[in-house]
């Protein structure tokens, strides 16, 4: 089945191109998520229609990320929470807490853009990355703190 990306897909490719993915693939995630749609002729000629507008909000959404990740870049955040005697903490930080944080900061950020391979579980220093854009990327510090 051939589609059109409608938004960048990480393990599939960027928005605007045509692809070739399984029927599943493309009928029960790509389309009911308006990630994708079919590539038919009609759809195709529009989608080249459409193309410079697109550009200008590409272009437009990249510069926007670029002055977030500008005003972003070395925040620091800090969380104290209950831990055991190891520094190992009873819960975790994960990217849900990140985010309220950062919100409270004045930054709107998307959960999905905060890097974390795990939930954070130990007190100390940590680096988050945050990657607003494919090309765009921060980094913050994170603190945990013991409470007692």
Not at 19 to 47: H, Y
Not at 88 to 95: A, D, E, I, W
Not at 108 to 133: N, P, T, W, Y
């Amino acid at each position: 089945m051939k589609v059109i990306l409608r938004s960048d897909v990480d393990s599939l490719g960027r928005a605007g191109e045509v692809k070739e993915v399984s029927a599943g693939f493309g009928r029960n995630f790509l389309i009911p998520q308006k990630l994708a749609m079919p590539a038919t002729a009609a759809a195709l000629s529009w989608w080249e229609k459409s193309k410079e507008k697109r550009a200008k909000l590409s272009e437009n959404r990249l510069a926007q990320s670029k002055e977030l990740a500008s005003k972003i870049a070395g925040t620091s955040l800090s969380f104290s929470r209950p831990c055991g005697p190891e520094g190992k903490l009873f819960g975790s930080v994960g990217r849900t807490d990140i985010q309220k944080s950062l919100k409270t900061c004045g930054f709107d950020v998307d959960k999905q853009a905060i890097a974390l391979e795990s939930a954070l579980k130990k007190v100390g220093d940590h680096e988050v990355e945050l990657r607003l854009r494919p090309e765009v990327s921060a980094k913050i510090k994170v603190t945990i703190v013991a409470r007692e």
